[in-house]
């Protein structure tokens, strides 16, 4: 079970890693960079899967995602608060569900570890938070 400030560190963590991670999706060019890096990384791994050459609309929807990532990110760096980690914990589990069925149609391996971080941050936002004390209450 969290603490309330444990589970704030735990969502403000979470938003850097995201923001450390979705970067490269934001703009074409840092994106085309950050394509070529997994390329050259699925290959020197031997990864199994396909790794298809992105097209203007499926670039597009890579730097729609990075935008809203960064910013969601940004909003639970400065505001940690528990609920925006639950949203984010549902949010998870959603990437996760289309990563899972993105490898299960032949996506390249390297998505499976993305996947697990998705799993591990979903996991440990959904955790029990226990109930913060009240400062007013009276000694009895």
């Known amino acids: 079970m969290w603490s309330t400030e444990q ?4 969502v403000r963590v979470s938003a850097w890693y ?14 085309l960079a950050l394509h070529g890096v997994l390329l050259a990384l699925a290959a020197a791994l031997n ?3 396909s790794f298809p050459p992105f097209a203007p609309a499926h ?7 990075g935008s809203i990532v ?3 990110a940004v909003l639970r760096i400065r505001d940690p ?3 925006f980690g639950r949203y984010d914990a549902v949010g998870r589990m ?4 289309w990563q899972a069925y993105a490898l299960s149609q032949g996506a390249n391996m390297i998505i499976a570890v993305f996947l697990f971080f998705e799993l591990v941050w979903g996991i440990a936002q959904l955790w029990p938070v226990r109930p913060a004390l009240s400062t007013d209450a009276q000694p009895l």
Do not use: E, H, K
């Open 81 to 83: 608060q528990q609920t």
């Open 7 to 10: 589970y704030r560190r735990l």
């Open 18 to 31: 995201d923001l450390i991670v979705t970067a490269g999706f934001v703009t074409p060019w840092s994106f």
């Open 94 to 97: 959603l990437f996760a569900t």
């Open 70 to 72: 960064c910013v969601w």
């Open 59 to 65: 670039l597009l929807m890579a730097n729609l995602m």
């Open 47 to 49: 990864l199994s899967g």
